[in-house]
């Protein structure tokens, strides 16, 4: 497991989750409304903001979740072990 994401995993996730936002966007806006044109406008317009606002916030989670695993005090970076949660 690594412990840093790329940013090329960051942006693969946010094409599939603004993909998936996308199509959950529209089946629900066309129930709503019966209109192919309606629910076209808000499946495009809503999810593209979410997904900027979705990458945004994947990119700040990864920086805060890294600053957390570096120790200033002592200057090595603490990683947690996969079992038992034993610092190594």
Not at 7 to 22: C, G, I, R, S, Y
Request: proline share 3%; glycine share 8%; charged share 10%.
């Amino acid at each position: 497991m690594t412990l840093h994401r790329t940013m090329n995993q960051t942006a693969l996730k946010t094409l599939t989750f603004a993909v998936l936002h996308f199509m959950v966007g529209f089946a629900v806006s066309y129930a709503f409304t019966g209109s192919v044109l309606i629910a076209g406008g808000i499946a495009l317009v809503e999810p593209a903001i979410n997904t900027v606002v979705f990458y945004l916030h994947e990119t700040l989670w990864t920086a805060k979740t890294d600053a957390h695993r570096f120790d200033p005090a002592c200057g090595v970076p603490h990683l947690q072990a996969e079992q038992g949660g034993n610092r190594i």
